[in-house]
């Protein structure tokens, strides 16, 4: 690639104004008020504790109020547990967990939302 004299001399420019720059709690501060307004308003996890069903049985989870459901995941715990599913609800406002476990009539299974407005 071929620079002309004018854009190696805005490089240069450039560069010198970055290693100028200090490193101040006013940038630290703003970085972390930039990556807290990144979260979309009304942001909000929701956990289902884990629970014992039958296997099979779906847990579903809602969000509060009129949130809706930005993602989410679900666990499926005990000896052989298996998680057989882990989905939104058709309606988006919720998420769903389904598990077995081998052996057993059982398992044990948490659920999570990414909720928001």
């Known amino acids: 690639m071929k620079l002309n004299h004018s854009a190696v001399a805005a490089l240069v420019m450039g ?3 970055v290693a100028a720059a200090p490193a101040s709690a ?3 501060t703003a970085n ?3 990556h ?3 979260l ?3 942001y909000q996890l929701v956990t289902l504790p884990n ?4 296997n099979f049985q779906r847990r579903t ?3 509060p109020g009129s949130k809706r459901v930005l993602g989410g995941g679900a666990e499926a715990q005990g000896n052989g547990a298996i998680l057989v599913g882990s989905f939104p609800t058709s309606d988006g406002r919720g998420w769903i967990g389904i598990g077995r476990q081998d052996g057993y009539n059982s398992v044990g ?3 999570y939302a990414i909720c928001a407005d």
């Open 15 to 17: 560069a010198s104004l």
């Open 26 to 28: 006013t940038a630290t």
């Open 32 to 34: 972390a008020a930039a």
């Open 36 to 38: 807290a307004s990144a």
């Open 40 to 42: 979309p308003p009304g």
């Open 51 to 54: 629970a014992n069903v039958p």
């Open 61 to 63: 989870l809602y969000c």
């Open 109 to 111: 299974i948490s659920v």
